[in-house]
Antibody
Framework: QVQLKESGPGLVQPSQTLSLTCTVS????????VHWVRQPPGKGLEWVGA???????DYNSALKSRLSISRDTSKSQVFLKMNSLQTEDTAIYFC?????WGQGVMVTVSS | DIVMTQTPSSQAVSAGEKVTMSCKSS????????????LAWYQQKPGQSPKLLIY???TRESGVPDRFIGSGSGTDFTLTISSVQAEDLAVYYC????????FGGGTKLELK
């Protein structure tokens, strides 16, 4: 069945770069898109960006200058990289394929 | 960017009550080519990932109870819970997928 699982560091220092991995199973990245969504503690959902089946990407306009999403189809993995992190980037980061979501990974930006 | 506005932000309900919540988009989500509204509703409980309830504005996801009813078209949408159950206490988000994705701010259902 379709599954997604996020992984990455729980703590990142301000101004550093966040690197997250979404490992998927049960579907092909070359036929499906994967999105990243984040949720600051106690707040709502914010779409971060997506990588489409053809490999092209789209990003939240507010984050675009700091964001990169890529993939390794042979490993069924999608990667998120966000630089110049600030405390307001503290959030749970989810990867999702429409109806199916990963469990999320909590990222705290703090020194 | 399409902006999604949900009202109310929170609502106190009693079990068995009928509940409605609103979602408005800053531009039409109706794609004329296929006459579909690119609008979904999600339910999120504390500590859990969002769960898809409704897509195409009114189509229930498999396994979702029929007390959840999505309606609306264009820029105005409604999620109705015909008879609220205790397990429905959660935050509900609308989401547009007409142009990339945007989520509304959420409506939190609380116990009266």
């Amino acid at each position: 069945q379709v599954q997604l699982k996020e992984s990455g560091p729980g703590l990142v220092q301000p101004s550093q770069t966040l690197s997250l991995t979404c490992t998927v199973s049960g579907f092909s990245l070359t036929s499906n898109s994967v999105h990243w969504v984040r949720q600051p503690p106690g707040k709502g959902l914010e779409w971060v960006g997506a990588i489409w089946s053809g490999g092209s990407t789209d990003y939240n306009s507010a984050l675009k200058s700091r964001l990169s999403i890529s993939r390794d189809t042979s490993k069924s993995q999608v990667f998120l990289k966000m630089n110049s992190l600030q405390t307001e980037d503290t959030a749970i980061y989810f990867c999702t394929k429409g109806p199916r979501w990963g469990q999320g990974v909590m990222v705290t930006v703090s020194s | 960017d399409i902006v999604m506005t949900q009202t109310p932000s929170s609502q106190a309900v009693s079990a068995g009550e009928k509940v409605t919540m609103s979602c408005k988009s800053s531009q039409s989500l109706l794609y004329n080519e296929n006459k579909k509204n690119y609008l979904a509703w999600y339910q999120q409980k504390p500590g859990q990932s969002p769960k898809l309830l409704i897509y195409w504005a009114s189509t229930r996801e498999s396994g979702v109870p029929d007390r959840f009813i999505g309606s609306g078209s264009g820029t105005d949408f409604t999620l109705t819970i015909s008879s609220v159950q205790a397990e429905d206490l959660a935050v509900y988000y609308c989401q547009q997928y007409y142009n990339l994705w945007t989520f509304g701010g959420g409506t939190k259902l609380e116990l009266k």
